[in-house]
């Protein structure tokens, strides 16, 4: 794998076309979308901005293009559906996170395919993936983040079904989603957990607007359950499955999230390359400054190798192996150098990278959280050191 701020992706010939139309999709007809509502990141949207893109990403081909071709999608292998969340985060669009399906569509449901019912298919999921519905995932609790076994959301026993009552916070997309992929505690029973799919216009389950996150992006809602009633249909697996199913997912995002980071540090070092080329400083380009040169350099460096280690655990995915603390590391490595990269980023811009609703700026405040989101970076070493101790 060679470096480059715009990668030919040689080692994926047939992705070649798609890479092409993608990169022309977000730098024409999405950027001119997003131009037309005045949208920046901190941007407040509704679900009448979101819904287009999903439809128009549909019928070009990119939303749910990871799933199998019996879904609609072309059955892409993790490195492959890497180098395309990579494009789309490094165009720096503001929607970028709808045009694969990452913001309530099949990138949120796709690890649920293989515990749905046929019924939970045709009425929750396949709507989905078509962008007629949207969904959030909602685990994480005012009092229980990493500690998942803190939660306190519980559901009761009542005739086939069981009432829900809780509270949930952090469920990106919530503010636009028909539906939640819930995880609840058992009542009676303080260590069995499940996995529910619960309607957000159902009688006593209220969405209100979550606290708005470092990032200044509106998509984060809290979901208050009282008594809320699910159906014995609305289980999603079996009783008991939730922490698998709600952890399962965290542990393959935990992968995935890591080629969209990569993308926001490609744009981050290719804004800053431009950026030292035309700015001039004492008689001549800011690039001739060698303590700038060893900046970019550092820069360049720390993307490649997050970069190279990345695909390389998802190439052992794709080859049928767990690379489960390849995994952790690579979260690890790369949540701690995007962040590096981002401050060095605004270090060189200097007054023009901090002003508010600079990219530079966003950039840095949203690589920020990744070194919180999908586990922490001490979580993350945690299950490092548990694996080499065992």
Not at 143 to 165: H, L
Not at 276 to 305: C, W
Not at 347 to 363: C, P, T
């Amino acid at each position: 794998m060679t470096f480059d701020l715009t990668p030919e992706h040689a080692e994926h010939p047939e992705l070649h076309p798609v890479i092409e139309e993608l990169r022309t999709y977000l730098d024409g007809e999405l950027a001119d979308h997003e131009r037309r509502h005045g949208l920046r990141h901190d941007s407040v949207y509704g679900r009448e901005v979101l819904q287009p893109v999903w439809k128009r990403s549909r019928e070009l081909g990119f939303y749910g293009i990871h799933l199998p071709p019996e879904l609609g999608g072309r059955g892409l292998t993790a490195s492959q559906l890497g180098v395309l969340k990579e494009e789309v985060a490094a165009s720096g669009r503001v929607l970028g996170h709808s045009v694969l399906g990452d913001m309530g569509g099949p990138l949120r449901v796709g690890p649920i395919f293989r515990f749905a019912t046929p019924y939970q298919l045709e009425r929750y999921l396949r709507p989905v993936v078509e962008g007629d519905r949207a969904c959030c995932f909602s685990l994480t609790e005012p009092d229980a983040g990493s500690d998942v076994r803190a939660m306190r959301t519980t559901a009761t026993p009542d005739g086939d079904g069981w009432r829900i009552s809780g509270h949930k916070v952090f469920s990106s997309a919530g503010p636009f989603a028909d539906f939640a992929v819930l995880v609840a505690r058992m009542a009676g029973d303080e260590e069995a957990f499940s996995a529910f799919l619960v309607d957000l216009d159902s009688a006593g389950c209220t969405v209100t607007a979550g606290e708005v996150p470092l990032s200044g992006q509106h998509i984060e809602a809290d979901i208050v359950l009282d008594g809320c009633y699910v159906g014995p249909e609305q289980l999603l697996g079996r009783v008991g499955d939730g922490l698998r199913i709600g952890i399962g997912r965290v542990t393959a995002n935990r992968l995935l999230h890591c080629p969209t980071v990569l993308g926001s540090t490609r744009r981050l070092i290719a804004l800053t390359v431009d950026f030292v080329k035309n700015r001039n400083v004492f008689g001549g380009p800011m690039a001739e400054l060698q303590s700038i040169q060893h900046k970019i350099a550092d820069m360049a460096t720390a993307h490649y190798a997050a970069r190279s280690m990345t695909y390389d655990a998802l190439a052992a995915m794709d080859a049928g192996r767990q690379p489960t603390t390849e995994a952790f590391m690579c979260k690890l490595f790369v949540a701690e150098n995007a962040f590096r990269i981002a401050d060095e980023a605004m270090q060189i811009h200097g007054k023009a990278g901090m002003v508010q609703g600079s990219e530079i700026e966003s950039l840095f405040r949203r690589l920020r959280m990744f070194r919180v989101l999908t586990g922490s970076s001490e979580i993350q070493k945690n299950g490092i050191a548990k694996n080499l101790l065992a």
